[in-house]
């Protein structure tokens, strides 16, 4: 059996049909003709996401502050 690697782009119209395409074409699951294996890793740095997450943590339980862009210069003074 041989595997291919696709990267779909699922927003796209192109990606949509090959996406449909592919999954009508996987109808029997009891055969092992054609597997469709979908790829759930994340593609971000983890260290990255946890930067992210830490961030989102930070806004919700409000240590964050507001920096007014009308006067930005005077606040970095």
């Given amino acids: ?3 291919i690697t696709l990267k779909i782009n699922e927003n796209s119209e192109k990606g949509k049909a090959l996406l449909a395409f592919l999954k009508a074409f996987h109808v029997d699951k009891d055969k092992d003709d054609v597997q469709l294996v979908e790829d759930s890793k994340n593609p971000y740095n983890p260290e990255f996401v946890k930067k992210i ?5 930070e806004v919700e339980d409000g240590e964050t502050f507001l920096i007014e862009t009308d006067s930005i ?3 970095i003074k």
Avoid at 53 to 57: L, T, V
Wanted: hydrophobic letters at 25%; proline letters at 0%.
């Fill in 73 to 75: 210069w005077e606040s």
């Fill in 53 to 57: 997450e830490q961030a989102k943590k």
């Fill in 1 to 3: 059996m041989t595997t």
